[in-house]
């Protein structure tokens, strides 16, 4: 099993539907989750932190079911601009080791 | 905003030759790293480090790579005698402390020739 693994898109989606995106990870000491985006050329930019008890910011919610060791994201609405990879991230503050999964891309349609 | 900054943002250079990127981490953040991207590829974790030390490393960091943060602002990765293999984008990232979300750089992209 690889450490993280994504869905491997793309995902081209119509603009104002929803999408979700799925990572599991095989390490169970794995203790803080995130996901990034990337866009064409630039450097991840942190989207959200993903806790337990899940998070929602605006038209983004985050879930983390660790019993099963995957994590989602939801985009609901979504826009042009949300067009862009979307990297789970996965730290093991044990050994310090921190893996991406190599990231799901999202094409928003007009 | 405070923000991760990196230089040069384009390094040319010809097989063999030795490369510093240089870093300047948010300044009240305490852990740094370096990561690597081939063009098309995933973000590949090469070092940690932390409290003037590598905390971690991968094994993509070999004895080629090292990593010094000489004055208290800059940190930077030194490849000692490129390989054409070694042409990527390289991050810089910093975080407050090993579960906190990290913030990367610009990057730096190098092609060696």
């Known amino acids: 099993r690889k450490e993280v693994e994504q869905d491997p898109g793309p995902f081209n989606v119509p603009e104002g539907a929803t999408v979700a995106f799925n990572c599991t990870y095989s390490n169970s000491a794995s203790q803080s989750f995130f996901w990034y985006r990337q866009d064409c050329r630039k450097e991840p930019k942190l989207l959200m932190s993903v806790y337990s008890s899940g998070n929602e910011d605006g038209r983004f919610t985050a879930q983390l079911n660790r019993a099963s060791q995957y994590i989602s994201l939801l985009i609901r609405d979504s826009k042009l601009s949300d067009s862009a990879t979307y990297l789970c991230?996965?730290?093991?503050?044990?050994?310090?080791?921190?893996?991406f999964g190599k990231g799901t891309r999202l094409h928003i349609l007009p | 905003e405070p923000e991760v900054t990196q230089t040069p943002s384009h390094q040319v250079t010809q097989m063999g030759q030795e490369v510093i990127l240089r870093c300047v981490p948010i300044s009240n953040h305490l852990y740094f790293y370096w990561y690597r991207q081939i063009l098309g590829q995933k973000v590949e974790f090469l070092v940690s480090?932390?409290?003037?030390?590598?905390?971690?490393k991968s094994e993509i960091f070999d004895d080629q790579f090292s990593v010094e943060r000489p004055d208290g602002s800059n940190f930077t990765l030194k490849i000692r005698s490129t390989k054409l293999e070694d042409s990527a984008m390289y991050f810089c990232?910093?975080?407050?402390?090993?579960?906190?979300?990290?913030?990367f750089g610009p990057g730096t992209r190098l092609t060696v020739t």
């Open positions: 990232a910093s975080t407050h402390g090993g579960i906190y979300e990290q913030y």
């Open positions: 480090f932390y409290n003037n030390e590598i905390s971690e």
């Open positions: 991230v996965v730290n093991s503050v044990r050994d310090d080791k921190i893996i």
